[in-house]
T-cell receptor, first 115, second 111 residues
Framework: AQSVAQPEDQVNVAEGNPLTVKCTYS??????LFWYVQYPNRGLQFLLK??????LVKGSYGFEAEFNKSQTSFHLKKPSALVSDSALYFC?????????????FGQGTTLQVKP | AAGVIQSPRHLIKEKRETATLKCYPI?????VYWYQQGPGQDPQFLIS???????DKGSIPDRFSAQQFSDYHSELNMSSLELGDSALYFC??????????FGPGTRLTVL
């Protein structure tokens, strides 16, 4: 069965510093991986995805993620954090063998960026 | 750009009542998904529709039903509401099984 793990409930970083939000996955076959961000009382906003190709994926708002097949990881990164990046981040996986596209989410990581 | 529209945004119901949540997908998207997010939880897949036919089913209670109409909008019907049904309900849409774009959600409170 497919699963996603986000080992950190919360990540704290100072504004201007690089940030990393970790995600590991367990999927049979090639994974389709996604990152979404959720601001308070808002829906999930799509940040980026990995389907195939370059292991470094660039997304919205300066975020990027690195796909590492050997470590089964898909960590979200940003070179310089902003206070406005503070939000709840979800990693998700879709089974490429599934034609329905349903997503399985990790438990979420709260990112707190302090001025 | 047009986004996914959900209505109502907030809904308060009593136990054993019925609720109907509506979702209007992004134009030209043919697939709609419903997810439930409990307090402090990650979103859980409920059900999906592709071209007006149910395409997959997750952990959706028998008290819940859903459908997708000819204009591609979808409705989630919830009957005999229980306290535990209080949650954020998200609708997402996609073109086939491509990237899902989420609506703002409906916050359901059952008293």
């Amino acid at each position: 069965a497919q699963s996603v793990a986000q080992p950190e409930d919360q990540v704290n970083v100072a504004e201007g510093n690089p940030l990393t939000v970790k995600c590991t996955y367990s999927v049979s076959g090639n994974p389709y991986l996604f990152w979404y961000v959720q601001y308070p009382n808002r829906g999930l906003q799509f940040l980026l995805k990995y389907i195939t190709g370059d292991n470094l994926v660039k997304g919205s708002y300066g975020f990027e993620a690195e796909f590492n097949k050997s470590q089964t990881s898909f960590h979200l990164k940003k070179p310089s954090a902003l206070v406005s990046d503070s939000a709840l981040y979800f990693c998700a996986v879709r089974d490429p063998a599934s034609n329905t596209g349903k997503l399985i989410f990790g438990q979420g990581t709260t990112l707190q960026v302090k001025p | 750009a047009a986004g996914v529209i959900q209505s109502p945004r907030h809904l308060i119901k009593e136990k054993r009542e019925t609720a109907t949540l509506k979702c209007y997908p992004i134009p030209r998207h043919d697939t709609v998904y419903w997810y439930q997010q409990g307090p402090g939880q990650d979103p859980q897949f409920l059900i999906s529709f592709y071209e007006k036919m149910q395409s997959d089913k997750g952990s959706i209670p028998d008290r819940f039903s859903a459908q997708q109409f000819s204009d591609y909008h979808s409705e989630l019907n919830m009957s005999s509401l229980e306290l535990g049904d209080s949650a954020l309900y998200f609708c997402a849409s996609s073109l086939r099984a491509d990237t899902q774009y989420f609506g703002p959600g409906t916050r359901l409170t059952v008293l």
